[in-house]
């Protein structure tokens, strides 16, 4: 018996079939190691830093040098892969690597950041890596000085090249450039716990304290820490008080407190300006007080601090405050 074919049928057939070997393609992509390019059928050459980077117009890996003061250094890793289906290089392949200034202001230009590149007596970044024969990855080290140019305030970003490779091996499309950031906080960054006494003569009674706080020091430039409330309106740089029993705060207001080598908080300015915003707030030190941080060594232990909320001319809430670090940031 002929049987007629139906070619309507066979067609179908074949579109369900196409889609099948195309999403058993995609599956087997998605398990290849996250570095490897799929779009290339040999090894390749990219950059491989641990952790998850932040993929954005490139690659970003960030590095948290922690406490460094004027004129100490710290390192952090830079490495290499040779990905693919070949588990290690056959020979000695150097990766020669430049700083690409270009890279990173497309970086910033696509994702809205304000990134730099450091002086160079800031840095040391290695110019090649090699991978040894035998061997799927290398490390080198950029290496961070806190030396005059260092400003602890910048966003620091090293925008790393693969240039070229010594055996011709293809350098990944997706994983050839990548942004190394990094930054540092100085020796008065941290946690602590606040207590104090506060009055406001504008609200006057009404206005009671919100002790105990706890409070982040955040590094304001080698010297400086600005008040940081992580538990105000999810974490804002800001002052809060109780105003008749219920929770409140000063719009733009919070202040920066600034130690000098003696161990003195030498003087304090408002984060959001001295007289420069809408409510004309700004930070003021109080003589008076004591005014002094002490160390345990190499970490902070107390501070203690008097200080005025000044508004227009007024000095209008008087704060003294003690400082317990409880730990890093």
Same mark, same amino acid.
């Given at each position: ?82 990905? /693919? ?8 392949? *150097?990766? !020669? %690597?430049?700083?690409?200034?270009? +890279?990173?202001?497309? #970086? ?95 609200? /006057? ?8 706080? *706890?409070? !982040? %020091?955040?590094?304001?430039?080698? +010297?400086?820490?600005? #008040? ?102």
């Amino acid at each position: 018996m002929a049987y007629k074919t139906n070619h309507k049928h066979m067609k179908s057939f074949i579109k369900i079939l196409g889609v099948a070997v195309t999403a058993l393609s995609l599956a087997s992509c998605l398990k290849e190691d996250p570095y490897f390019d799929p779009a290339k059928s040999n090894n390749i050459v990219e950059f491989a830093n641990s952790g998850t980077p932040a993929l954005d117009t490139f690659p970003r890996f960030t590095a948290d040098l922690g406490t460094l003061n004027p004129g100490e250094s710290e390192e952090f890793n830079v490495l290499v892969s040779y990905s /693919g289906p070949e588990t290690s290089a056959p020979n000695d392949i *150097t990766v !020669n %690597l430049t700083i690409d200034p270009v +890279t990173l202001e497309l #970086y910033n230009d696509a994702e809205g950041k304000n990134y730099e590149v450091p002086n160079t007596s800031v840095f040391e970044a290695p110019t090649s890596i090699v991978i040894k024969k035998g061997e799927n990855r290398a490390t080198a080290k950029v290496i961070v000085h806190i030396s005059p140019d260092f400003d602890y305030n910048a966003n620091y970003a090293l925008p790393l090249v693969i240039t070229s490779v010594s055996d011709n091996t293809p350098i990944s499309s997706n994983f050839g450039k990548a942004i190394f950031t990094f930054a540092a906080r100085n020796k008065y960054d941290g946690v602590y716990n606040v207590t104090g006494t506060y009055s406001d003569n504008v609200i /006057g009674s009404a206005a009671t304290s919100s002790y105990p706080k *706890t409070i !982040n %020091l955040v590094t304001q430039g080698a +010297t400086g820490g600005g #008040y940081f409330d992580p538990n105000l309106n999810g974490g804002i740089y800001g002052y809060s008080f109780k105003n008749a029993g219920s929770g409140s705060y000063y719009g733009n207001f919070a202040p920066i407190f600034y130690f000098d080598d003696a161990g003195n908080v030498s003087k304090v300015e408002n984060y959001y300006g001295q007289g420069t915003n809408p409510q004309l707030r700004s930070a003021e030190l109080n003589p008076d007080g004591i005014n002094k941080i002490t160390f345990n060594g190499a970490v902070p232990e107390k501070i203690e601090v008097s200080y005025w909320m000044v508004q227009g001319t007024n000095k209008r809430v008087a704060i003294t405050e003690t400082f317990t670090y409880t730990g890093a940031r």
